[in-house]
């Protein structure tokens, strides 16, 4: 990158963290809403804080998507490495779904609208995928580090 966008950006990202932290300070120190005096207090300005938040997240998830076509078409070699993580990850999050159960639960006194199978599959492959990418990663982490003292 040239120097003038190395400093577009250092300035974009200085302004994106004062924001930030602007409305972390208003978030802690401001005022709280009427009536939340006391154990649970809500500050007054927390929908616009979690809506920031919300734009942080698409801005990353946006960048991250273009930068990473933008490479895949520049280095067209890491295709081959990028195709096999994307396949390698769907892998996973299938296997976490064939084992993933959707049995409905006998929760007494529970009248929430949260307990149907759809929705237990989806929490039951989202537990089960995180499990089986932790386990995996021990497995890297030993493998790695077996294989250097072997050498």
């Known amino acids: 990158m040239s120097n003038l966008s190395n400093k577009i950006v250092q300035i974009l990202l200085w302004v994106l963290m004062g924001i930030t932290v602007v409305l972390a300070v208003i978030?802690?120190?401001?005022?709280?809403?009427?009536?939340?005096?006391?154990?649970?207090?809500?500050?007054?300005?927390?929908?616009?804080f979690i809506h920031w938040a919300y734009l942080l997240m698409g801005l990353a998830a946006g960048l991250t998507v273009i930068f990473s076509v933008l490479n895949l078409v520049l280095n067209p070699q890491g295709a081959k490495k990028a195709?096999?993580?994307?396949?390698?990850?769907?892998?996973?999050?299938?296997?976490?779904?064939?084992?993933?159960?959707?049995?409905?639960?006998?929760?007494?006194?529970?009248?929430?609208?949260?307990?149907?199978?759809?929705?237990?599959?989806?929490?039951?492959?989202?537990?089960?995928?995180?499990?089986?990418?932790?386990?995996?990663?021990v497995v890297a982490i030993i493998y790695s580090e077996i294989s250097r003292a072997i050498r």
């Open 83 to 137: 195709l096999v993580a994307i396949l390698g990850t769907g892998v996973v999050v299938f296997v976490a779904w064939l084992l993933a159960d959707d049995t409905v639960l006998n929760l007494p006194h529970y009248t929430g609208d949260d307990n149907v199978p759809s929705t237990l599959k989806m929490v039951d492959t989202g537990l089960f995928t995180t499990y089986l990418l932790a386990g995996l990663a």
């Open 27 to 48: 978030f802690y120190a401001g005022d709280v809403v009427e009536g939340t005096q006391g154990n649970l207090e809500e500050p007054v300005i927390t929908e616009t």
